[in-house]
């Protein structure tokens, strides 16, 4: 079965994986940790570009800070292959933030985060195994409130 998102068809795992991340953001805003643990890997690989005093999300998954300290709500959610889904969000002009998620077999094994960043997600395959594409761009930053702004870019090749 297929649903849609964005006017392509999703194929189910990444409808799942897509539920999976929207069920950790709802465990973050609530402080549901059991909830967190359990769709998280414990040895999960954590990458971040921004500013050093921005490692809010690391902050909330460690119990550093609490959850209410900073809150990630994502004004987009979206599947990007198999098993990578990136959220995004922003407030105002001053906090932008991106993360991408990757994960296997319903679990959470991956995350990078992008603070204060334009990011563009790109394939990188050979020609000959990316099927009738007509652009290698996967996703892209799409800050509404912050178009004004100068940000840092960066390409993420997957």
């Keep these: ?63 550093e800070s609490a959850h209410t300290d900073f809150r990630f709500e994502p004004r987009s959610v979206t599947a990007i292959d198999g098993g990578r889904v990136i959220a995004e969000g922003y407030e105002g002009a001053h906090v932008y933030w991106v993360h991408v998620w990757t994960l296997k077999d319903g679990l959470i094994v991956q995350f990078r985060e992008y603070f204060n960043t334009w990011l563009t997600v790109t394939e990188l395959r050979p020609l000959s195994w990316v099927v009738r594409q007509e652009s290698s761009t996967l996703w892209q930053s799409q800050p509404r409130d912050l178009f004004n702004r100068s940000l840092p870019g960066l390409m993420l090749a997957i």
């Excluded at 392509?8 to 539920?19: I, R, S």
């Excluded at 805003?29 to 998280?40: F, L």
């Design 1 to 63: 079965m297929e649903a849609k998102d964005a006017g392509m068809a999703v194929p189910e795992p990444e409808n799942q994986n897509k539920a999976i991340v929207h069920a950790l953001y709802n465990a973050l805003a609530s402080g549901d940790t059991e909830k967190v643990t359990g769709i998280t890997a414990s040895d999960l690989e954590w990458w971040f570009h921004g500013p050093q005093n921005c490692h809010h999300m690391m902050r909330v998954l460690t119990g």
